[in-house]
Structure formats: C-alpha cells, structure tokens
C-alpha cells in the first residue's frame, strides 16, 4: 500500500522566514495530494492541494511543488506569522484505494515572534 | 461551503458506558463519511469508511461490535463506542467526501471529539 513520509516532525522559524515542509510517497497511482493544518484541539483545515498532472501551485503565502518522478510534494509557507503555528499533515491519494488518503505523520511548526 | 460539524467537542464518560458522535455535512451531501482517531502528536489513523445506507467498512484491527458506525443520511453519519473503556480516550475525527465533486478527491474534517474515558 502507499506509505507516506513527512519531514521534519518539528519546525521552529522566525517570524518573517519561510518553512518549507517535504513528504514522499510509494505509490505512483497517487494523484492528488492536499495539505491540512491542524491546530490544538481542532480538526485538520485543507490549506492547498495539488494533482498530478500540475507541477506548482500557489495561494498567497503558501505553494505546493509536486515532482512525480521523484514521488515526493513540499509544502512552503513565506513571511510566515505566528497564527502559521499548528501542525501540518501531508496526504497521498491513490485511485486504485477508491481515493483513500494516506496521510504523513505530520509536522508541527513554531512561528517565533 | 464544505462544513462538516462534529459533536460534541468534548465528552467525558464513566468506563462502561456508551457514547455517541454525530458528523454532519451542513452544505452538502455526503455519500462518504470517514472516521479517523487520532492519539497526542500522532497522525489520522483511519477507523472505518461509511457508506450512505450501506454497512461501514473497518480497518484491520478495528473492532466493529466496539464502534459502530451508521450512516443513514446523505448528511449524517453517527460513531457509537461501546462499552467504553479508558483505552478508548482518544481524539476522534471525522471527515467527508463532497457527492457534486466529480473527481471525488477533497476530504473536508469534523472539528474533532475529545473522549475520556473514566
């Protein structure tokens, strides 16, 4: 089945600098592969997603890269800010599970003021 | 759009007894609810999948007689832990699939149950 790997587990930046969050994947049936912030106490929010066929995608301070090839998608976040603080979950969807999501073991990031 | 609503938040029970967590689509119609458990600084893991007006399908090592699932709506689908137990603390989450999104991709999330088990 797909395995999902998320590094690093903890991120700490400075408020202003950019984060950047990788993870690869086994499955090369996986096309669509979303990333959600998750904050205490709270369910996990979908930020951006991207599918296969799209190399790059950008949302304001957040951009998502997918290389197919090398099987693995990066999260970056700019000018980050403190309420960027939360924990950030990668996940991997293969057509053949009936789109299930496999999901990275996630990553918490600290925005420093 | 795209708002699941999950609750209660939070739900704190004698070991023993029952409770019930209810997960709603309030904008659009669900054919797929998942439920996922979630332990401190660990990620999703995924208990069952339900199916509108069919039986859920359980993960492996996931007893079904402990937690039942029912989907009886297109907007609704409920998970009952039985019996609860301490070991069955946990955060509880769940999510749901848009029926008008045709590549059936996006996952939208509950905003979780905290249960303790006393």
């Known amino acids: 089945g797909e395995n999902v790997e998320q590094h690093p587990s903890t991120l700490s930046v400075q408020e202003g600098d950019s984060a950047v969050i990788k993870c690869t994947y086994s499955?090369?049936?996986?096309?669509?592969f979303p990333w959600y912030k998750q904050e205490l106490g709270k369910g996990p929010q979908l930020i951006i997603d991207?599918?296969?066929?799209?190399g790059e995608k950008k949302d304001q301070r957040i951009a998502v890269t997918l290389n197919k090839t090398a099987k693995h998608f990066s999260l970056h976040i700019t000018e980050t800010q403190p309420e960027d603080s939360a924990v950030y979950f990668c996940?991997?969807?293969?057509?053949?599970?009936?789109?299930?999501?496999?999901f990275g073991t996630g990553t918490s990031l600290t925005v420093i003021p | 759009g795209a708002v699941v609503s999950q609750h209660p938040s939070w739900v704190i029970c004698k070991s023993g007894t029952s409770v019930k967590i209810e997960c709603r689509s309030l904008?659009?119609?669900?054919?797929?609810m998942f439920w996922y458990r979630q332990f401190p600084k660990q990620s999703l893991m995924l208990m069952a999948t339900?199916?509108?007006?069919?039986?859920?399908?359980?993960e492996q090592g996931v007893e079904k007689d402990k937690f039942l699932i029912n989907h009886a709506s297109l907007t609704l689908s409920t998970l009952t832990v039985t019996s609860a137990h301490p070991e069955d603390s946990s955060f509880y989450i769940c999510?749901?699939?848009?029926?008008?999104?045709?590549?059936?991709?996006?996952?939208?999330f509950g905003s979780g149950t905290q249960l303790s088990v006393l």
């Open positions: 999510s749901a699939r848009d029926r008008a999104d045709s590549a059936n991709e996006k996952l939208f």
């Open positions: 499955d090369s049936a996986s096309n669509y």
């Open positions: 991207i599918r296969s066929n799209v």
């Open positions: 996940a991997a969807s293969p057509t053949h599970t009936g789109n299930q999501f496999y």
């Open positions: 904008d659009f119609q669900a054919t797929t």
């Open positions: 339900s199916n509108e007006g069919s039986k859920a399908t359980y």
